[in-house]
């Protein structure tokens, strides 16, 4: 099991942004492929983002508004989630696996590792 660390989630209005930090170790960030999920209530986990090296793979329903990203020397990743729409209301998940497809297929089972969890509200 591997530590990760969200924080920055909050309430913001319809139209506004958000950013999203994940902290995890060195080596964690060095060999595992770092994804975003996120779970509405009443509805199963889904999968927004991910990040292997520089390559970045996003969910047809956030693409063009959320952009994620890594800063190597700080060992984050980050979520800039832009033109929030409250259907983007949700508990967001950083996750880690050695699997870059296990993150971008979903396969939510066969996730290494998950973060606690952030609240993000976006209000119309």
């Known amino acids: 099991q591997v530590q990760l660390v969200e924080s920055g989630g909050g309430l913001v209005q319809a139209g506004g942004s958000l950013r999203l930090s994940c902290a995890t170790s060195?080596?964690?960030?060095?060999?595992?492929?770092m994804g975003w999920f996120r779970q509405a209530p009443g509805k199963e986990r889904e999968f927004v983002a991910t990040i292997k090296w520089s390559d970045t793979y996003y969910a047809d329903s956030v693409k063009g508004r959320f952009t994620m990203s890594r800063d190597n020397a700080k060992n984050m990743v980050y979520l800039q989630m832009n033109s929030l729409k409250p259907e983007d209301t949700a508990v967001y998940y950083c996750a880690a696996d050695l699997n870059v497809e296990s993150l971008r297929l979903g396969r939510i089972e066969r996730i290494h590792s998950w973060g606690q969890g952030t609240q993000v509200t976006v209000s119309s």
């Open positions: 060195r080596r964690t960030f060095s060999v595992y492929a």
